[in-house]
């Protein structure tokens, strides 16, 4: 789902799938379309007790004036993580689970 319409507040959208939740990365425009601003959102589905489905989401706005401190931030914690957590590389997901997710007894 890519959008490049620059008359719309939605500018561009990046979904971006990671096991059980959902990443959306979107830029939008200000009002007068002569800013834009990233939101990045968590979207995961949780069951309801009858058995409906709803998705808890958290959003957070990143501005322009903040994209570089914002991406050295998440660099430097991101390699900490691989060298001090996992010796020098993140695990990765093993595709079957990316693809087809399996649904634990405790979310039926």
Not at 80 to 92: H, L, M, T, V
Request: aromatic share 16%.
């Amino acid at each position: 789902m890519y959008r490049e319409d620059f008359d719309s507040d939605d500018v561009y959208s990046k979904p971006v799938r990671a096991g059980k939740r959902t990443y959306f990365f979107d830029v939008k425009s200000t009002r007068g379309n002569n800013d834009f601003y990233l939101t990045i959102t968590e979207s995961k589905r949780r069951t309801n007790p009858d058995g409906s489905f709803v998705y808890d989401k958290h959003k957070i706005f990143l501005y322009k004036e903040d994209f570089e401190k914002f991406v050295e931030g998440l660099a430097e914690v991101v390699e900490y993580i691989k060298n001090q957590c996992f010796g020098g590389e993140i695990p990765r997901r093993p595709e079957s689970e990316e693809e087809n997710p399996q649904v634990a007894f405790e979310d039926l």
